[in-house]
């Protein structure tokens, strides 16, 4: 399953994959891994998405400090991303694969029209029969707008290009229980409380995440009918032997009949405000309804007309997700209102919609 059957394969690879505790690039590492992407590239569509920049910029820089400033790492991610893209295309040149990088700040998945823009480079570097490299632009984000992470990156490119596959290789074998043995769960159709209790918060040298970020990236995923593996990256050949041995934890989605644009809506790393309805409007909203003003009781965070806000009933439980036709200051002054009263409260005509059903997805 790991191949079989996958069409587009994203392939996310964490530093201490790519990069040993020196912090030299691992050429024999990757030119396995080449090696065993050579035998279904031809195949397959193929993303790496490849954290290491900044490892990479901190050695050539000789930066041994583990705790950096925001601006200097900045920096230092400038410098080092040269470096793992020169690194990649040299290995991939000698097996005659081109490569293409691309650079992606969360605008870029959070916001439709980009999102819609990414996709569309993805397409034309695979008409060119080009390899994605793919790395978070951190020489302009910051700590309030990054993804901190490459796998929810991972998960989010995998997601907008329809990708039937995401493969996470790390420093550990997948997730495993908390029985003294620490066993590997060896399949998870659910991401519920009982699996996020399984969340150890170690990290490695140089990453960034942990099962946390890789618990959220399985749900991106799932939900977009996407198939996730996590799975051991520090031998060569790590494909190759997660194949053989089926050593690994397999995340399997969920039968996925959603529109390409709701899945990109259910997928979104955060929201930019909450609203809480009532009763009947949570009612009307499983019925499959869109949100009107009147069943809204209260609104939560500061937004602008089409960002994502999360809906929730009077026990504070996520119902849907979905772009809401109006701004939070617009909202305040007419929730609890009827449709018709809209157009006198605010002064001009508008939707008599908050969220239409086609811009929701419930949860």
């Not at 583990?66 to 080092?80: F, N, P, T, V």
């Not at 009612?283 to 999360?310: D, M, P, Q, R, Y």
Request: aromatic share 6%; net charge positive.
């Amino acid at each position: 399953m790991l191949i079989k059957n996958s069409k587009k394969i994203v392939i996310k690879l964490g530093s201490s994959t790519v990069v040993d505790p020196k912090g030299n690039f691992k050429t024999k590492w990757v030119t396995s891994l080449i090696k065993d992407i050579k035998k279904f590239k031809k195949t397959n569509d193929l993303v790496i998405v490849s954290s290491g920049a900044i490892a990479l910029g901190q050695n050539y820089l000789k930066i041994r400090k583990r705790k950096i400033k925001l601006e200097m790492s900045q920096a230092i991610a400038a410098i080092g991303q040269i470096h793992l893209a020169g690194e990649f295309q040299k290995l991939f040149d000698k097996f005659k694969i081109k490569t293409g990088q691309i650079l992606i700040s969360p605008d870029d998945t959070e916001q439709r029209r980009r999102a819609l823009n990414v996709r569309r480079t993805f397409d034309n570097l695979f008409k060119l029969k080009a390899i994605p490299i793919v790395n978070e632009n951190d020489t302009t984000a910051t700590t309030e707008i990054k993804y901190g992470d490459n796998d929810r990156l991972a998960a989010r490119v995998a997601q907008i290009i329809g990708a039937d596959t995401l493969i996470i290789l790390s420093d550990v074998d997948g997730l495993y229980d908390k029985s003294k043995r620490k066993k590997i769960i060896k399949t998870v159709t659910n991401v519920d409380t009982k699996i996020e209790s399984l969340i150890d918060q170690k990290k490695n040298m140089y990453g960034s995440g942990g099962i946390s970020t890789k618990l959220d990236a399985a749900k991106i995923c799932m939900n977009a009918g996407c198939h996730m593996f996590i799975g051991n990256g520090k031998t060569n050949n790590a494909i190759r032997n997660l194949i053989k041995n089926k050593t690994y934890t397999h995340f399997i989605p969920k039968i996925s009949n959603l529109a390409a644009r709701k899945k990109w809506i259910v997928s979104s790393l955060n929201s930019a405000g909450k609203i809480f309805i009532d009763q009947g409007a949570a009612k009307a909203l499983h019925s499959g309804k869109s949100l009107l003003a009147a069943g809204i009781t209260k609104i939560e965070g500061n937004f602008n007309k089409g960002e994502n806000v999360l809906i929730l009933d009077q026990n504070n439980k996520n119902l849907a997700r979905g772009l809401s036709s109006f701004s939070s200051i617009e909202i305040n002054k007419i929730k609890g209102k009827q449709s018709k009263e809209i157009e006198n409260i605010l002064g001009y005509l508008s939707k008599s919609e908050i969220i239409h059903k086609d811009d929701m997805v419930k949860l």
